[in-house]
């Protein structure tokens, strides 16, 4: 008797066991994504750093044109969310505002788009699934230009051949990208290409390198046309659930590169870059000038250049890489032993609208390093808030600056004494242009350099 009662009890421990776990599929009880997810992406080309917050709430976070936030974890319910940039003072202004539903179990994606230059703000929504060694993928363009694209894509290597047609991209329409297998198989980790095409034609008009998806999770593709300095060309970025995203620009896209002659007047430079397959190209640059863009095709170049008039102000062998989508700026310049030199850096990808990303270089060789203030109305060079410290010869620092009218002053330090250098006022940067700001020797000035805010 006591072995059947001991076999009845167990067999009632099994079954109360079995109901529990049959209950797991339960959300309301335990729900693999119990929470409401969140994120934000700045698809607005004009916009500056963009902040998003809870009205009346904490900030969430940020993101500049073509960035997203992290994916932030809330709790269900309804909120009024505002986004804002910052002022000159650093005071909040409102860009928009939304009211949105946030359910258990959804990804909630708020993009910031334009519409013939009007913000739009709008929320996409879908539900999280638990995905095994598999990803989803989402397909959605914020292009200016309101061009649709057919979107294709092949397996790691694949060429436009081996690619399928999956669906269109038209501006703000959001949809689930289907596998070319049929909507009952999921894509698998790994590494594909995206392939575009205008509507309807079976030419390409871009192609992204292999885009490794690693993670078992939700994945946008969200097509934008690039701002700043090398504008109006489509990027393709890659989102998942980080602050990271992963742009890819069309593998046959051009550069461009501009250079600046800071030489002594009269000193007219011819700058080279030779490339492979008899890709070159060429300019010539008067004293204190600088260039238009040239734009070139992509790859590795040897950059040389030598003086008109003196022969032996002249280098070669300089190596310029120049990939797919760069804008780079070449800065030529005596050295310390009068030797010709150059200085090469990239230049923003930014709108310069709001925000202005000044590319701060430093070609005096009096001094061990110069500082230098950029100087508001209201401020002094003890409060001013925006400077450069430590630039060293031939070296530049990038620095952000919010629009406003500004005095721009150089120091150096000599025995523990401050000597201020050089001072222009009324500075107003360029929307629309990327700046760059050389401290150079100038003889025939009273101080003996001079400030040039070069656009």
Request: net charge negative; with cysteine; hydrophobic share 40%.
């Amino acid at each position: 008797m006591k072995n059947k009662y001991v076999v009845h009890y167990l067999l009632m421990l099994l079954t109360l066991l079995v109901s529990a776990c049959g209950g797991s599929d339960n959300k309301d009880s335990d729900p693999t994504y119990p929470d409401a997810y969140l994120q934000f992406y700045n698809g607005a080309s004009s916009s500056a750093l963009t902040y998003m917050k809870i009205v009346d709430g904490k900030t969430l976070g940020s993101a500049s044109y073509g960035d997203v936030t992290s994916l932030l974890t809330l709790e269900r319910g309804d909120y009024s969310l505002a986004l804002y940039r910052l002022d000159t003072d650093g005071k909040e202004v409102l860009i928009d505002e939304i009211q949105v539903t946030l359910k258990a179990g959804e990804k909630n994606v708020l993009v910031m788009s334009e519409n013939a230059s009007a913000t739009e703000l709008t929320l996409y929504q879908f539900a999280r699934e638990e995905l095994n060694a598999h990803l989803r993928l989402f397909g959605l363009s914020v292009t200016n230009s309101n061009q649709e694209y057919d979107l294709y894509m092949a397996n790691a290597g694949g060429s436009f051949a081996d690619a399928h047609k999956l669906s269109q991209l038209t501006n703000n329409e959001f949809s689930e990208v289907v596998h070319w297998d049929g909507a009952n198989v999921d894509f698998t980790l790994g590494e594909y290409v995206v392939f575009l095409t205008l509507p309807g034609q079976s030419e390409p008009v871009f192609q992204s390198a292999n885009i490794n998806f690693t993670f078992s999770t939700e994945y946008l593709l969200i097509l934008r046309e690039t701002a700043g300095a090398n504008s109006g060309h489509i990027e393709l970025d890659v989102i998942a659930n980080a602050s990271t995203v992963s742009t890819y620009p069309d593998l046959n896209e051009t550069a461009q590169y501009r250079i600046y002659n800071s030489l002594a007047e009269g000193l007219t430079a011819q700058v080279s870059l030779e490339g492979i397959s008899g890709n070159t190209s060429a300019a010539t640059v008067n004293a204190h000038t600088l260039s238009a863009y040239s734009a070139v095709n992509f790859g590795d170049y040897r950059l040389s250049a030598q003086v008109e008039s003196e022969t032996a102000l002249v280098f070669n062998n300089r190596l310029l890489t120049l990939n797919q989508g760069d804008s780079k700026a070449i800065v030529l310049y005596r050295n310390q032993e009068s030797q010709l030199n150059v200085l090469t850096f990239d230049e923003s990808k930014l709108p310069q609208v709001h925000d202005f990303n000044i590319q701060v270089v430093n070609l005096v060789t009096d001094y061990p390093f110069i500082n230098v203030f950029f100087v508001r109305s209201d401020e002094t060079l003890e409060t001013a808030r925006y400077h450069v410290s430590g630039l060293n010869l031939a070296k530049n620092k990038a620095i952000t600056l919010p629009q406003d009218n500004y005095q721009i002053v150089v120091l150096a330090e000599l025995d523990n004494n401050k000597l201020l250098l050089d001072r222009i006022e009324g500075v107003e940067f360029m929307q629309g242009k990327n700046t760059i700001m050389t401290f150079e020797s100038e003889p025939n000035s009273a101080t003996g350099f001079k400030i040039q805010v070069l656009n």
